[in-house]
Protein backbone atom coordinates (compact mmCIF):
# COMPACT_ATOMS: atom_id res chain seq x y z
CA UNK A 1 0.00 0.00 0.00
CA UNK A 2 1.42 3.30 -0.97
CA UNK A 3 1.99 5.73 2.13
CA UNK A 4 -0.43 9.05 1.11
CA UNK A 5 2.89 10.87 1.66
CA UNK A 6 3.99 9.48 -1.26
CA UNK A 7 1.77 10.88 -3.70
CA UNK A 8 3.86 14.51 -3.48
CA UNK A 9 7.03 12.45 -5.05
CA UNK A 10 4.48 10.66 -7.50
CA UNK A 11 3.38 13.61 -8.73
CA UNK A 12 6.79 15.37 -9.13
CA UNK A 13 8.28 12.23 -10.94
CA UNK A 14 5.52 11.97 -13.48
CA UNK A 15 5.87 15.97 -13.88
CA UNK A 16 2.29 17.34 -13.04
CA UNK A 17 1.87 20.83 -13.43
CA UNK A 18 -2.00 21.73 -11.96
CA UNK A 19 -1.03 24.65 -13.82
CA UNK A 20 -1.10 22.79 -17.62
CA UNK A 21 -4.00 20.66 -16.24
CA UNK A 22 -7.43 19.68 -15.79
CA UNK A 23 -6.71 18.52 -12.95
CA UNK A 24 -6.66 20.69 -9.62
CA UNK A 25 -3.61 19.53 -7.33
CA UNK A 26 -5.71 17.77 -4.61
CA UNK A 27 -8.02 16.06 -7.39
CA UNK A 28 -4.39 14.83 -9.14
CA UNK A 29 -3.08 13.58 -5.19
CA UNK A 30 -6.47 11.94 -4.56
CA UNK A 31 -6.56 10.11 -8.11
CA UNK A 32 -3.05 8.75 -7.27
CA UNK A 33 -3.69 7.38 -3.95
CA UNK A 34 -6.64 5.85 -5.37
CA UNK A 35 -4.86 4.49 -8.31
CA UNK A 36 -2.64 3.33 -6.33
CA UNK A 37 -5.65 1.46 -3.97
CA UNK A 38 -6.12 3.45 -0.72
CA UNK A 39 -9.33 4.04 0.57
CA UNK A 40 -11.06 7.11 0.40
CA UNK A 41 -11.47 7.28 4.27
CA UNK A 42 -7.77 6.83 4.44
CA UNK A 43 -6.99 9.69 2.27
CA UNK A 44 -9.33 12.06 4.10
CA UNK A 45 -7.82 11.20 7.09
CA UNK A 46 -4.70 12.32 5.77
CA UNK A 47 -5.91 15.11 4.12
CA UNK A 48 -7.89 16.26 7.94
CA UNK A 49 -11.07 15.79 5.55
CA UNK A 50 -14.24 13.64 5.32
CA UNK A 51 -14.25 10.85 2.89
CA UNK A 52 -17.33 12.29 1.26
CA UNK A 53 -16.03 15.06 0.19
CA UNK A 54 -12.79 12.82 -1.01
CA UNK A 55 -15.54 11.08 -3.03
CA UNK A 56 -16.46 14.48 -4.47
CA UNK A 57 -12.56 15.43 -5.22
CA UNK A 58 -12.53 11.91 -7.02
CA UNK A 59 -15.60 12.08 -8.76
CA UNK A 60 -15.12 15.86 -10.26
CA UNK A 61 -11.63 14.91 -11.33
CA UNK A 62 -12.91 11.53 -13.28
CA UNK A 63 -15.60 13.62 -14.73
CA UNK A 64 -12.09 16.41 -15.97
CA UNK A 65 -10.64 13.61 -17.34
CA UNK A 66 -13.90 12.41 -19.29
CA UNK A 67 -14.32 15.89 -20.18
CA UNK A 68 -10.80 15.99 -21.30
CA UNK A 69 -11.43 12.97 -23.00
CA UNK A 70 -14.10 13.89 -25.31
CA UNK A 71 -12.67 17.16 -26.18
CA UNK A 72 -9.50 15.09 -28.01
CA UNK A 73 -11.88 12.94 -29.64
CA UNK A 74 -13.88 16.14 -31.28
CA UNK A 75 -10.69 17.52 -32.21
CA UNK A 76 -9.27 14.32 -33.81
CA UNK A 77 -13.16 14.07 -35.54
CA UNK A 78 -12.69 17.71 -36.44
CA UNK A 79 -9.42 17.01 -38.49
CA UNK A 80 -10.07 13.43 -39.62
CA UNK A 81 -9.48 13.61 -43.69
CA UNK A 82 -12.35 10.90 -43.69
CA UNK A 83 -15.47 10.99 -41.85
CA UNK A 84 -18.32 8.74 -42.61
CA UNK A 85 -21.91 8.97 -41.06
CA UNK A 86 -22.90 5.42 -40.08
CA UNK A 87 -26.88 5.53 -40.02
CA UNK A 88 -29.28 3.98 -37.90
CA UNK A 89 -30.49 0.60 -38.81
CA UNK A 90 -26.86 -0.65 -40.44
CA UNK A 91 -25.61 -3.47 -39.88
CA UNK A 92 -21.91 -3.18 -37.99
CA UNK A 93 -20.77 -5.95 -40.85
CA UNK A 94 -21.58 -3.41 -43.67
CA UNK A 95 -19.45 -0.64 -41.79
CA UNK A 96 -15.80 -1.97 -42.64
CA UNK A 97 -16.48 -2.07 -46.65
CA UNK A 98 -18.00 1.63 -46.29
CA UNK A 99 -14.68 2.73 -43.94
CA UNK A 100 -12.35 1.48 -46.54
CA UNK A 101 -13.52 2.77 -49.36
CA UNK A 102 -14.01 6.14 -48.05
CA UNK A 103 -10.48 5.57 -46.68
CA UNK A 104 -9.18 4.22 -50.79
CA UNK A 105 -10.95 7.49 -51.65
CA UNK A 106 -8.80 9.88 -49.52
CA UNK A 107 -6.03 7.80 -49.86
CA UNK A 108 -5.41 6.97 -45.97
CA UNK A 109 -4.45 3.59 -44.60
CA UNK A 110 -6.54 1.70 -41.95
CA UNK A 111 -4.76 0.08 -39.29
CA UNK A 112 -7.55 -2.53 -38.67
CA UNK A 113 -8.68 -5.68 -40.28
CA UNK A 114 -12.55 -5.90 -40.73
CA UNK A 115 -13.22 -8.30 -37.54
CA UNK A 116 -11.04 -5.15 -35.30
CA UNK A 117 -12.59 -2.34 -36.62
CA UNK A 118 -15.74 -4.13 -35.95
CA UNK A 119 -15.22 -4.35 -32.50
CA UNK A 120 -13.49 -1.01 -32.61
CA UNK A 121 -16.51 0.45 -33.43
CA UNK A 122 -19.16 -1.58 -31.34
CA UNK A 123 -17.55 -0.94 -27.87
CA UNK A 124 -16.83 3.10 -28.95
CA UNK A 125 -20.43 3.67 -30.25
CA UNK A 126 -21.68 1.97 -26.37
CA UNK A 127 -25.29 1.50 -26.88
CA UNK A 128 -25.83 3.35 -30.32
CA UNK A 129 -24.65 -0.56 -31.60
CA UNK A 130 -27.00 -3.22 -30.47
CA UNK A 131 -25.66 -6.79 -31.22
CA UNK A 132 -24.95 -6.04 -35.54
CA UNK A 133 -27.33 -3.09 -35.62
CA UNK A 134 -26.16 0.59 -35.73
CA UNK A 135 -29.42 1.95 -33.56
CA UNK A 136 -28.39 5.00 -33.32
CA UNK A 137 -26.23 7.85 -35.79
CA UNK A 138 -22.81 7.54 -35.62
CA UNK A 139 -19.62 9.30 -36.89
CA UNK A 140 -16.52 6.97 -37.57
CA UNK A 141 -13.33 9.12 -38.82
CA UNK A 142 -10.15 8.02 -39.48
CA UNK A 143 -6.65 10.00 -39.12
CA UNK A 144 -4.27 10.19 -41.67
CA UNK A 145 -2.13 7.89 -39.32
CA UNK A 146 -4.96 4.97 -40.03
CA UNK A 147 -6.39 5.12 -36.72
CA UNK A 148 -10.07 5.21 -35.93
CA UNK A 149 -12.10 7.35 -34.05
CA UNK A 150 -16.00 6.89 -33.04
CA UNK A 151 -18.42 9.55 -32.17
CA UNK A 152 -22.06 9.27 -31.33
CA UNK A 153 -23.13 12.82 -32.40
Known sequence: MTDPADAVA?????????EQ????????EVLCLRER???????AEWLGTSRANVSSIEAS?????????ETVAFAEALRAPVQITIES??????????????????????SYAAPELMKLVSDAAGDAV?????????LVGVTSEGAVRVRTP
Do not use: H, M, W
Open 37 to 43: GLAQADI
Open 10 to 18: ILDRVGFEP
Open 130 to 138: RGREVRRDI
Open 89 to 110: GTDLYDVPARVYAACDEAGVKV
Open 21 to 28: SILTRRQA
Open 61 to 69: ARENIAKAR
